[in-house]
């Protein structure tokens, strides 16, 4: 066969343009496809989120990563919030005002907490 018999030939049969397939690699679960009544829900590992958001467009990528970052955000002042009423109470143990403290005070009055023995 010719090289160009060999091309139309692998042109045909889509060889010419497929990707080589990676090595498998263990995955937590095999992803599988269970029928809701409302939609079908494709069960995937925490790795293949991540390869398909890594091939989408980058307008897409950041879609993704502000949805994220949204949801993120009440957790993360829910958190700090509560952090901070841990160290009021903290400070109010040992004879401090939280509130009064400037941020070199706060610093060093959790420097000091941290390296406590």
Do not use: C, Y
């Not at 494709?42 to 958001?53: A, R, Y």
């Not at 952090?83 to 000091?112: C, H, I, N, P, Y």
């Amino acid at each position: 066969m010719t090289k160009s018999a060999l091309d139309k030939t692998a042109f045909n049969s889509g060889k010419m343009f497929s990707r080589p397939t990676p090595a498998k690699k263990d995955v937590e679960s095999p992803a599988t496809l269970r029928q809701n009544t409302s939609m079908a829900t494709l069960s995937l590992t925490d790795e293949q989120v991540v390869e398909l958001v890594k091939q989408l467009p980058p307008q897409s990528k950041q879609r993704v990563l502000a949805d994220l970052t949204a949801e993120r955000d009440p957790w993360w002042q829910s958190a700090a919030l509560d952090g901070e009423k841990d160290m009021r109470r903290l400070a109010a143990t040992r004879g401090l005002d939280w509130d009064t403290m400037t941020e070199a005070q706060r610093e060093t009055f959790v420097d000091d907490i941290l390296h406590e023995s």
